[in-house]
């Protein structure tokens, strides 16, 4: 218990978000998206919008889906004046075949996984991609993963924060709720969903997904 209380006292001293270890994945599919002619993307839980920056500087046309009104007012505000559109809503009901690109960046778990994965199918045009960068419950199989993640964590924190914050990061107060399906679970209905999914077990507690709408 001493050594778990010391490094939880060394990650709050030092926190940063395990989806940014995984922001170079989605912006290697958005670039390869923008390469093929794509040009909207659409970030699903957006939060204060710090990936949505980083698309902004890949596509012409980018929006961020947050259900939170108080974190979608931040992401609002970070990016008025700009063509970045801020959607203070629940992912759902989109138009068919609206987007190019659709990134879920922790946040599929928060919805009904079936109607998510259906409604990102529907939505994103063909020879466009879905991205997902996803947190799962564990079971015994993330073991090992597990333990490593949590030896890492702190040195990642100190690597990329050295200085000691005196407060949660505003992009890392968004409300979050624990998984509550597997990645084997996931794994399941998403093959079923969008067949040809690409899907991979990670550190850092998540797990990364991209699949391509035939054309």
Not at 26 to 45: F, I, M, N, Q, S
Not at 103 to 123: C, D, G, K, N, Y
């Amino acid at each position: 218990m001493g050594f778990l209380a010391a490094l939880g006292r060394l990650n709050a001293a030092h926190p940063w978000s395990h989806n940014d270890a995984y922001a170079g994945f989605v912006l290697r599919h958005a670039r390869a998206v923008r390469r093929a002619g794509g040009e909207t993307a659409v970030d699903v839980g957006c939060g204060t919008g710090k990936l949505v920056a980083a698309l902004a500087g890949v596509f012409p046309s980018v929006i961020g889906i947050e259900p939170d009104p108080t974190t979608a007012a931040i992401a609002a505000r970070r990016f008025a004046g700009t063509t970045v559109q801020v959607h203070a809503r629940a992912f759902g009901s989109e138009p068919a075949e609206a987007y190019d690109l659709i990134v879920f960046v922790a946040s599929l778990h928060h919805m009904p996984l079936r109607r998510a994965l259906q409604e990102a199918r529907a939505a994103v045009r063909p020879g466009g991609r879905v991205v997902i960068i996803g947190v799962a419950r564990e079971t015994s199989s993330d073991a090992l993963r597990s333990v490593v993640s949590l030896l890492l964590n702190p040195l990642i924190g100190l690597l990329r924060h050295p200085a000691r914050a005196t407060d949660v990061p505003a992009h890392m107060k968004a409300p979050t709720a624990p998984a509550d399906q597997s990645f084997d679970e996931i794994r399941h209905v998403a093959a079923k969903l969008l067949p040809g999914i690409r899907m991979r077990r990670r550190l850092f507690w998540r797990y990364t997904a991209s699949w391509v709408a035939p054309t």
